[in-house]
């Protein structure tokens, strides 16, 4: 907040405008009352009567509860009817002026406001005076007597009234003198029943002056049964307005608003002119330096004591107070800001034992009044009070913040970017887009098990780190769960985002060192915008998501949402139950694809593809079907499905002494599964087939993930006798160097490499890369893919030897493969001396 300007006060000097004319009055007014009815000797003692008189009563202010509103009573009144009534006009100029010049010197006012009550003093019972002279003369004490005695005494209180609303307007504005004005009707009846008990008093002593024994004596016991009053509702106030206090911080502490309530109810409290909160910098809270004054309506962001005091009691703990009435003076050597420090206290705020920082009070309001050492429990109540709500305001600050952020990370969790993407879908201006960047670390499971969860949070904290570095100043980085990071922010068109989205992949992927280690990060990225993706946060996620999950089938891509991912997504999660339904009811089907030796192609097996012909969908693609299973806990009896009708056709084959190998494609999760390779074991056993004739296929990404969590089942696999293959390879980031540490025989060059070689060198070089140095490990090679005789060609140059594909023949049911297989020897091939060749069956 702004320290608040004090400009449009004039300085206090200005009140001489106003004081320099009373005072001149005054002084013709004494010459001329004097000239006219001079002074005698007999106003000596009855002036000196009405002197100290008229300083106990402009010393003494009386406070009573109205109707819950406090009410300011002095008795100036009262002495002033019998100074009127008893002493000449000079006499009464002089005792007043007098008397008001020694209550100032009691006060120890400035001298500016000193000579203004004294002015003040002095013109008003002058012009009273003036009214008295004009007035007929008093006699007795009678009913004409009291009428002018009320009509002197009230010129005195007007006059008196306009002096202090005049200079009011000079000081701070007419808006202040004229809300005096408007509240000057208490004063002005209180001014009035001083007039009639004055009057009371003058009937009594004309009457009998030994009765002024028994006033004195009336006196003495209003004093003390007005000192038990005014304590008793001290008490009450204290603790109404500790009540109120205490309501108001529980009120607030829930929305924020604590500071605010409880200084500006401290200082009403304290009836102080400051009230100051500090409380020192501590882990993710900032300093707080606030300020409560008398007349502003907001708060300020300094404080009049200096830092010094402040440092004082957070070291020591210990209140410290200073003023006229609290045994030590305030220094003023230091500067204290926009006025000057007459007194304070400052109280420790404790939380347990230690100090969170300080309350402090300056200045009690009003010229009479001053803090005392009675102030001072109250004060350290209110601040223990006040500490208990600040660290509960903080607590549920905390909360709150835990609430919407990632505990790991400390960035902006999934509610908190909800909240914020439905905020910038709302205020989106014309020609923007709202962009949803979702990005999915690649293979941390994978650093999980093989590392521990540790190593797998500190790559979560390093991308974080680098998201948060790289991403404009304008974005959202936040944590959605698990490995998935967002960015949110308005660009300009969808290109933009995408570009974005691209520059912030490549600027996080890099290599992170732990200790020795060193890991590659990779993302796959998403990307979605409002409008064009949908019109709500919660659209907009699921979106993305999608698009996340798409980009993670192409390593290292960024995708951008489509209508048909969406219902691909819905297609898969309609099959779940059927998928189920279809293994209990055996709807499913094993196709079976030939794999040929290339040289003489000869059959030395068949890859086992399930196959799913929905009754309402149509043909499923494999991979549909297949991550279903995976994401529904099914993948198990899938597997088991495909092992047991490829074990079978393996065992009835019946051409000759021909054996029909079967390969089976498996999971990367089915590795995890100890109990996997007992079942193989099992199904083995129960079928008769022997354990070469099964070869087990896994993706490259499935055994090549950079750690050793395969090799245990692999090994074991092995140890049965069961033939181990990796697919797909190629596709990943290892290299052949790895399949050195693995348990395998078999590789299988990916399609995509395959299929290109014929019209891209660096598919070619690949291919003969893959197979010259896995012939020199000691590993067959198998070519996917093979559609055409000028792939065959060159696969038979660089000395590949076993194939599949579309040029042999395409996924069969077994049926069909016993009659492809029937029909494999191509006569013409016979008749011209060649070998014999497998026909091409569509």
Known sequence: MARSQ??????????????????????????????????????????????????VAGTQVLQFIVRRQALAVTLTEIPLVLAFFYLKPVTVIVVAALATGIGQLRRRLTATKAWFNVAKAGATTSLASLVLLAMPPIEGVGPATWGVLFVVVSTFALTALAAVSGVICLIQGWQAGWDMLRRAAPTLLTAAINVAIGLVVLMV?????????????????????????????????????????????????????????????VRGLMQAEYATLWLPSQGRHPEVLLTARVDDPGLLDFAPAPMAVRERVLRTGETVAAGRQLGTEVDQRTDPGDSRVKE?????????????????????????????????????????????ALENSRLVDRLR???????????????????????????????????????????LRQVNESLGHAAGD?????????????????????????DEFLVTLRLESTEEALDLAAQLRDQIRDEMVFDALTLDVDTAVGVAVHPEHGSDAATLLQRVDLAATAAKSVPGSVQLFSPALESRSLRRLGLAGDLRRALDEGELEVYFQPKVTLRDRLLVGVECLARWEHPAHGTVAPEDFVAVAEHTGQLGRLTEFVLREGLRRSRDWGHGDQALAV?????????????????????????????????????ESGVLDGTDRPIPTLRRLRDLGVRLSVDDFGTGDSSLAHLRRL?????????????????????????????????????????????????????????????QGFLFSRPLPYERLEAWFGAQVDPETISAGELPRLRVVP
């Open 344 to 388: 304070l206290i400052v109280v420790p705020l404790r939380s347990g034992q230690a100090v969170i920082g300080t309350l402090e009070v300056v200045n009690r309001l009003g010229d009479t009044y001053h803090f005392t050492s009675a102030d001072i429990p109250v004060f350290e109540t209110v601040a223990a009070h006040a500490a208990v």
């Open 6 to 55: 004090s400009s449009a006060r004039r300085p206090t000097d200005a009140a001489w405008l106003i004081t320099g004319p009373m005072a001149l009055l005054s002084v013709v007014c004494c010459t001329v009352l004097g000239a006219v009815d001079p002074p005698g000797p007999d106003d000596l003692i009855p002036g000196a009567i009405v002197l100290v008189a008229m300083v």
């Open 663 to 699: 390969a089976v494609n498996i999971s990367a999760r089915t590795l995890t599964d100890q109990h996997f390779p007992a079942r193989v074991r099992d199904l083995l056993d129960e079928y008769g087939v022997p354990p070469q004739r099964l070869t087990l296929e896994i993706k």
């Open 743 to 803: 348990p395998v025989h078999e590789v299988k060059v990916d399609r995509s490499f395959v299929q290109g070689m014929a019209t891209d060198p660096g598919d070619l070089a690949i291919v003969n890369a893959v197979v010259t140095l896995s012939q020199q490990f000691g590993l067959a090679v198998v070519a996917e893919g093979v559609e055409s005789e000028l792939t065959l060609e060159l696969l038979q140059d660089i000395g590949c030897e076993i194939g």
């Open 401 to 443: 913040h835990d609430a919407y952020h990632d505990a790991l990370t400390k960035l902006p969790n999934r509610r908190r970017i909800t909240s914020a993407l439905d905020e910038a879908v709302r205020i989106r201006a014309p020609g923007e887009v709202v962009a949803v960047l979702l990005f999915d670390v690649d293979r």
């Open 458 to 482: 500190k790559v979560l904290v390093e991308v974080a780190d680098r998201l948060r570095a790289c991403a404009p100043s304008s974005a959202l980085v936040g944590r959605a769960g698990g």
């Open 205 to 265: 002593l004309d009457s009998n002056a030994w009765a002024s024994l028994l006033l004195a004596a009336v006196a003495v016991a209003v004093a003390f049964v007005y000192r038990s009053y005014s304590r008793f509702f001290r008490q009450h106030r204290t603790l109404s307005d500790m009540y109120e206090l205490t309501r108001a911080m529980t009120q607030s502490g829930q929305d924020g608003t604590l500071v605010d309530a409880l200084l500006g109810r």
